[in-house]
């Protein structure tokens, strides 16, 4: 019994003692919107749920590079990991179970495969904290709204070139987006 308190005890130590500064919306919106969003190349590593009819939950591993993006799910649907691939003109997806499929219509294509609508081209320029540029935007107090869908900024956290976003909303209709950013890499 002592053993397992004592491990509590430490294990409630470690995670109060977080070496990564987060800051809430207000203030991290300011500090993000000082640096501009125009970023060729980047990672991040956390946690996506994407609730619908039903929820889709995953670990992420997305690596952009100008206009080239890789993203690794694991955990989603249960199948263990997923890999896309996208570029400007073409999605590639494998499922992680033998078989990949490509299409050009890209968000139309994860819409078929999910069963509903994510906004993937989108997503490029919404998870470094901007928005789409030449699409109608309209700002609200956490985030915007774009293309239909209403993006908000609920945490950011310190990286190595400023504030960028940990914890954003991503909602149209009855389709709701998480994503929980745990690390950010950028060059």
């Known amino acids: 019994m002592y053993g397992r308190v004592l491990c509590l005890m430490l294990l ?23 640096q501009g969003r125009d970023l060729p190349k980047w990672t991040l590593q956390g946690r996506l749920l994407i609730k619908s009819d039903d929820a889709l939950t995953a670990n992420i591993y997305w690596q952009h590079e100008n206009k ?26 494998d499922t992680g179970q033998g078989e990949v499929l490509f299409s050009q219509d890209i968000d139309a294509f ?3 495969q999910i069963g509903f609508v994510v906004p993937l081209t989108a997503l490029r320029r919404w998870v470094v904290g901007a928005y789409l540029q030449d699409v109608p935007v309209l700002q ?17 956290m310190e990286t190595s070139i400023g504030v960028m976003p940990r914890k954003i909303n991503i909602s149209k209709d009855n389709i709701k987006l998480k994503l929980i950013i745990d690390q950010w890499g950028i060059e």
Do not use: P
């Open 12 to 34: 409630c130590s470690l995670l109060g003692c977080s070496t990564v500064e987060t800051y809430d919306a207000k203030l991290g919106r300011e500090l993000s919107e000082l």
């Open 110 to 112: 994860i819409a078929r």
């Open 68 to 93: 080239d993006d890789v993203l690794k799910l694991s955990g989603a649907l249960g199948m263990g990991a997923v890999l896309i691939e996208l570029n400007e003109h073409e999605i590639m997806l």
């Open 140 to 156: 609200l107090e956490q985030g915007f709204q774009q293309l239909g869908w209403q993006v908000t900024y609920n945490e950011y």
